[in-house]
């Protein structure tokens, strides 16, 4: 008897699959999809069941990098229940993704350095249990799309896309996508054209930074511009010259432009 309860308490057998069901969502959005839990061998008092989102953030330390999951949403798809042996219980769920999400799809196409994904926790009897990352995708907004087309009208070329840790002025978490451009051929020293966006309910915030050198975080502000466009403007205006002009005048600021 002893020995089974201390098996109910670390898990009892108890399974979970988590499967979600929307292919691609984006930032305001949400994930359908349902838990499938099968009982152990053991009565089991679950407390609750949660999902959270996820995404692998890069983070320095000590001149040195590395990545580390980090939860930004988290939603309770269920409460207290008794798991009987051998049970099996459907659990449907719409998880709503933050409008500051990161997204790791652009164009049909997945971006290799952003991982996001949904894990599943279960609470027995006090002992947390945690799934593995459910992979799910994430496609920018309209207003991303159209200002990332910008970026490219304007004579840029995506190379790569990641998450940083760090907070920004307005940023709902503690950390920031960053999408990293080649620049116009025209604009000589300008190393990378980094972008990142900060997504309001009514407007949306662009910082642009003409160099990799130092970061959005760097106290050298004088190489970041920043940007705030309410979303009904986003059509009135011809954003591919509106960006390259910001571009152009981040690289006179350090006598790169030539």
Known sequence: MVFKKLKARFGGGTTVDTAVHTPVTQPGG????????????????IKY???RLEVEVEVERDDREHRSTTSFAEQRVADRFELHPGERRSVPFRFEVPLQSPFNVVHGRDLPGVRLGLRTELDIAGSLDRGDLDPVRVEPIPPQQRLLAAFEQAGCHFLRADVEQGHIPGAQFGFYQEIEFAPP??????????????????????????DRRGGFLDAGGDRVARLTIPYDQLDRHDWASEMRGHLGELARRRGLFG
Do not use: M, T, Y
């Open 30 to 45: 949400f994930l359908d999809g349902v838990v499938e839990i099968v009982g152990g061998d053991v009565e089991q008092r």
């Open 49 to 51: 069941l949660a999902l």
């Open 185 to 210: 051929r025209d604009l000589r020293g300008l190393k990378e054209v980094e972008v990142s966006f900060l997504a309001g309910p009514h407007a949306i915030d662009v910082l642009i930074q003409g």
